[in-house]
């Protein structure tokens, strides 16, 4: 199993450009979430998703879109990009544990995108 | 103010010591997450934990959800556990609240 596959691992962009990252996983995981990572602050969910056809926005939606076509399949995209965008990006998937109800996670490699 | 906050946010500590990460947050939780990441490289989970303790290797996670406080402690370290190590504080059944990370270097 690859677990969660993130691509491209990097990317520079230039300001007004688009992109979309790709997250796939083979777990047969229900939730997937991409977040944003940058120095001094923890990991900020952008958006998220419960399931194939949904997703839901996160702590910082602003710039970004999410689709969810196939279950394991979880696209970020930048319309167009900005300097502020430029971040380290993971893609998580995850499944419930029966027992506590939280949620048990598979992170990506992640992927780093240089907005110019 | 971050609703999970980590201590210390860096620690450097020769081989062998004894090493201890605190995480405190400040709501209930239904699970406390600790992650590890290594330089340049993704994100491992190392524990999930909603009581007690738990422990995997040289690796041990507490909890007093009283206090809503966890600890990460390391055993025996060794350069190799050398990463940043994260807590997560699980809210319902989807998102995470994260800490911003201690730093841990060890030298040998």
């Known amino acids: 199993n690859a677990g969660v596959t993130q691509t491209p691992k990097f990317r520079v962009l230039k300001t007004g450009q688009s992109m979309t990252l790709l997250c796939a996983q083979d777990?047969?995981?229900?939730?997937m979430y991409w977040y944003r990572q940058d120095p001094g602050m923890g990991l900020r969910l952008i958006h998220y998703?419960?399931?194939?056809?949904?997703?839901a926005k996160g702590e910082v939606p602003d710039g970004y879109n999410v689709s969810r076509l196939k279950k394991q399949n979880f696209l970020l995209g930048l319309e167009s990009a900005a300097p502020s965008q430029t971040s380290v990006y993971f893609c998580a998937s995850s499944y419930q544990d029966s027992l506590s109800g939280a949620n048990v996670l598979t992170f990506g490699a992640g992927s780093r995108l240089t907005v110019l | 103010k971050n609703e999970v906050e980590q201590s210390p946010q860096n620690l450097t500590a020769q081989e062998g010591e004894f090493i201890t990460i605190n995480c405190s947050y400040s709501?209930?939780?239904?699970?406390l997450h600790w992650l590890q990441q290594h330089p340049g490289g993704g994100i491992v989970s190392l524990f999930m934990l909603s009581s007690g303790k738990k422990k995997h290797g040289r690796l041990i996670a507490t909890i007093n959800i009283q206090e809503k406080h966890s600890s990460l402690h390391i055993t025996a370290s060794h350069p190799r556990d050398s990463a940043v190590y994260i807590c997560a504080r699980g809210q319902g059944a989807q998102k995470l609240v994260f800490g911003q990370g201690t730093r841990l270097t060890i030298n040998p």
């Open positions: 777990m047969n995981h229900e939730y």
């Open positions: 709501v209930g939780i239904s699970a």
């Open positions: 998703s419960v399931g194939e056809g949904t997703t």
